[in-house]
């Protein structure tokens, strides 16, 4: 399974953009994730499947309400940053 | 009780600001500090009063909502924030919640002039403003509405004069917010608006609001955890966690959300009119009392829903007294804004009345017919 984590740089700005992609009709969610992907402690990221992702984007870019940083997690591989 | 000191707090509000207050109680935990249910409840309810707070005050980002404790702290946050060096401006109508921390400055050297001007008169205001402005002048301060008087002051007139200036302003929309517009995006010079959540907005005591337009940067006055950035050791310069250190008043501000959606459904401008039509009947009547001096404007339009009185029978604080013993609240004396008795000459203080949407004319009936018989 793939999921990207858009990672955040508070709980506000998570709200900000759970609340755009859920608005958009994109399945989304704000989790706590693991230091492997978040390479950081209490970082709030919202979580959205890899179908979805392509879509997600182009809503961010379009509304300027753009991550930290934009990590990749794919089961059984070491999590990865991608440049938006 | 006939409440008639809704510039204090509103005593009467919504249900629906209760039931959001007691609801969160059971379910609210720490915001921004996990993401379990709870602690994503307290952060989903404070996210919503952003975006209702946005709009209501008519910027673009939730982030630009910043919550406290009220207006007294979101004032002195903006003011300490901004001030540096130099001087200040001030109208003659600010409650100690200006004069007070810009008072603080003068240690730092901030100096302040005072733009004293006659009551209701707009003319004269801006013309203090205009004449009052140093090559120095950092920043302005300006209430919307005298918290003594419910003197409606021109602050979009003194917006374009501070603009013009590159001075920038701050307002105090502490009897404002709520039943007249405060829309920054029509504002040009406004850097920081400061209101209260539980008098016009309707929301519980411990809330209040701070509106900080985006790009601006406020020194910190109050710095701690704010539940991002967590391993680092200096404040986040992002908003609005710069200005939200320690734990949210998330029951509170779900309150508040409550209010500001009552006010937002209801329209600021309907809730004016109600409460100017209360003002205008009791200017009517207390023009016909003998022993009675009311502080009113001839304009309608320069007044809102606070007015102030004395008489020459009994010292204010006595008639506060006697309209208490007869179950009638009103506030006597400085009002907690000496500067404005100062500046309009009611040296020794005023009887305060103030409504708000859910006072009704009955209770303005009674008070007038209790007053009545106390004065005459």
């Given at each position: 399974?793939?999921?990207?984590?858009?990672?955040?740089?508070?709980?506000?700005?998570?709200?900000?953009?759970?609340?755009?992609?859920?608005?958009?009709?994109?399945?989304?969610?704000?989790?706590?994730?693991?230091?492997?992907?978040?390479?950081?402690?209490?970082?709030?990221?919202?979580?959205?499947?890899?179908?979805?992702?392509?879509?997600?984007?182009?809503?961010?870019?379009?509304?300027?309400?753009?991550?930290?940083?934009?990590?990749?997690?794919?089961?059984?591989?070491?999590?990865?940053?991608?440049?938006? | 009780?006939?409440?008639?000191?809704?510039?204090?707090?509103?005593?009467?509000?919504?249900?629906?600001?209760?039931?959001?207050?007691?609801?969160?109680?059971?379910?609210?935990?720490?915001?921004?500090?996990?993401?379990?249910?709870?602690?994503?409840?307290?952060?989903?309810?404070?996210?919503?009063?952003?975006?209702?707070?946005?709009?209501?005050?008519?910027?673009?980002?939730?982030?630009?909502?910043?919550?406290?404790?009220?207006?007294?702290?979101?004032?002195?946050?903006?003011?300490?924030?901004?001030?540096?060096?130099?001087?200040?401006?001030?109208?003659?109508?600010?409650?100690?919640?200006?004069?007070?921390?810009?008072?603080?400055?003068?240690?730092?050297?901030?100096?302040?002039?005072?733009?004293?001007s006659k009551l209701f008169d707009w003319?004269d205001c801006?013309?203090?403003?205009?004449?009052?402005?140093?090559?120095?002048?950092?920043?302005?301060?300006?209430?919307?509405?005298s918290?003594?008087f419910g003197y409606i002051?021109?602050?979009?007139?003194?917006?374009?004069?501070?603009?013009?200036?590159?001075?920038?302003?701050?307002?105090?929309?502490?009897?404002?917010?709520?039943?007249?517009?405060?829309?920054?995006?029509?504002?040009?010079?406004?850097?920081?608006?400061?209101?209260?959540?539980?008098?016009?907005?309707?929301?519980?005591?411990?809330?209040?609001?701070?509106?900080?337009?985006?790009?601006?940067?406020?020194?910190?006055?109050?710095?701690?955890?704010?539940?991002?950035?967590?391993?680092?050791?200096?404040?986040?310069?992002?908003?609005?966690?710069?200005?939200?250190?320690?734990?949210?008043?998330?029951?509170?501000?779900?309150?508040?959300?409550?209010?500001?959606?009552?006010?937002?459904?209801?329209?600021?401008?309907?809730?004016?009119?109600?409460?100017?039509?209360?003002?205008?009947?009791?200017?009517?009547?207390?023009?016909?009392?003998?022993?009675?001096?009311?502080f009113s404007s001839v304009r309608?339009?320069k007044q809102?829903?606070?007015?102030?009185?004395?008489?020459?029978?009994?010292?204010?604080?006595?008639?506060?007294?006697?309209?208490?013993?007869?179950?009638?609240?009103?506030?006597?004396?400085?009002?907690?804004?000496?500067?404005?008795?100062?500046?309009a000459?009611?040296?020794?203080?005023?009887?305060?009345?103030?409504?708000?949407?859910?006072?009704?004319?009955?209770?303005?009936?009674?008070?007038?017919?209790?007053?009545?018989?106390?004065?005459?």
């Amino acid at each position: 399974m793939t999921t990207a984590y858009f990672l955040c740089r508070s709980v506000t700005h998570a709200q900000k953009i759970d609340r755009l992609l859920k608005f958009n009709y994109i399945q989304s969610s704000i989790e706590r994730p693991e230091r492997n992907i978040t390479q950081s402690s209490c970082v709030y990221a919202v979580a959205v499947s890899d179908v979805f992702l392509g879509e997600a984007i182009e809503v961010l870019k379009r509304k300027n309400v753009l991550p930290v940083k934009l990590i990749i997690s794919e089961t059984g591989k070491p999590a990865r940053e991608v440049f938006i | 009780m006939i409440y008639l000191d809704n510039a204090a707090t509103t005593l009467i509000k919504p249900p629906r600001v209760k039931r959001a207050v007691l609801e969160m109680f059971d379910k609210c935990g720490n915001s921004g500090r996990s993401a379990y249910e709870s602690s994503m409840t307290a952060s989903d309810v404070i996210y919503t009063a952003r975006e209702r707070a946005a709009k209501l005050f008519g910027v673009e980002e939730p982030e630009e909502i910043i919550f406290t404790s009220n207006a007294t702290q979101a004032l002195n946050m903006a003011i300490k924030g901004i001030a540096k060096k130099g001087s200040c401006i001030i109208s003659g109508y600010e409650h100690n919640s200006v004069v007070r921390p810009i008072n603080s400055l003068k240690e730092k050297g901030i100096e302040c002039t005072v733009a004293k001007s006659k009551l209701f008169d707009w003319n004269d205001c801006i013309r203090a403003f205009r004449a009052g402005f140093k090559s120095n002048t950092e920043f302005a301060v300006c209430t919307h509405v005298s918290n003594v008087f419910g003197y409606i002051l021109p602050i979009e007139e003194i917006d374009e004069l501070c603009y013009k200036k590159g001075i920038p302003l701050i307002i105090d929309a502490s009897q404002s917010a709520g039943t007249l517009p405060v829309d920054m995006s029509k504002l040009k010079a406004v850097v920081c608006v400061c209101a209260p959540g539980h008098k016009g907005l309707y929301g519980p005591q411990g809330t209040g609001i701070l509106v900080c337009r985006k790009g601006i940067k406020l020194n910190t006055i109050l710095e701690g955890g704010t539940g991002s950035l967590s391993e680092s050791f200096t404040q986040p310069e992002f908003m609005p966690d710069r200005f939200e250190s320690g734990t949210m008043n998330a029951p509170g501000i779900a309150g508040l959300a409550e209010g500001i959606s009552y006010v937002l459904e209801k329209g600021e401008e309907s809730i004016f009119v109600h409460e100017k039509d209360l003002i205008d009947y009791l200017v009517s009547e207390l023009s016909k009392m003998q022993n009675i001096r009311i502080f009113s404007s001839v304009r309608r339009k320069k007044q809102g829903g606070v007015i102030s009185f004395i008489s020459n029978k009994f010292d204010c604080e006595k008639i506060g007294k006697l309209l208490s013993i007869e179950k009638i609240a009103v506030r006597s004396g400085f009002h907690c804004a000496p500067l404005a008795h100062y500046t309009a000459g009611t040296n020794k203080g005023t009887v305060r009345v103030s409504v708000s949407d859910f006072t009704t004319a009955d209770e303005v009936e009674t008070f007038l017919c209790k007053l009545k018989k106390i004065i005459e």
